[in-house]
């Protein structure tokens, strides 16, 4: 849930919110929110946001999953090892 909360939503909600601010500071405008310019700056904040998440931490494909463990008294966090061919 909160993944979806942080990386669907909350990117979709931000230009309503800062336009929301920026119309509370200034009052200037007839139409307070312009549904249709807010909508689609929110679906391609999302989008920009989804796709730069989903891309910028790709581990390759021939590499396996190494859990953290604890050994000599210190904490080595997991990573991706390559995976070596053992016939």
Same mark, same amino acid.
């Given at each position: 849930?909160?993944?979806?909360? !942080?990386?669907?939503?909350?990117?979709? *909600? %931000?230009?309503?919110?800062? !336009?929301?601010?920026?119309?509370?500071?200034? /009052?200037? %405008?007839? #139409?307070?929110?312009?549904?249709?310019? *807010?909508?689609?700056?929110?679906?391609?904040?999302? *989008?920009?946001?989804?796709?730069?998440?989903?891309?910028? &931490?790709?581990?390759?494909? &021939?590499?396996? !999953?190494?859990?953290?463990?604890?050994? #000599?008294? /210190?904490?080595?966090?997991?990573?991706? &090892? /390559?995976? %070596? #061919?053992?016939?």
């Amino acid at each position: 849930m909160f993944r979806i909360l !942080y990386s669907v939503l909350l990117p979709f *909600l %931000t230009p309503f919110f800062v !336009y929301w601010i920026f119309w509370r500071i200034v /009052k200037k %405008t007839q #139409n307070p929110f312009p549904i249709r310019m *807010l909508t689609i700056s929110g679906l391609l904040f999302a *989008l920009i946001f989804l796709f730069f998440f989903s891309v910028s &931490d790709k581990a390759p494909a &021939d590499s396996i !999953y190494v859990p953290p463990k604890f050994e #000599n008294g /210190k904490i080595i966090p997991a990573h991706m &090892d /390559k995976r %070596t #061919n053992e016939n």
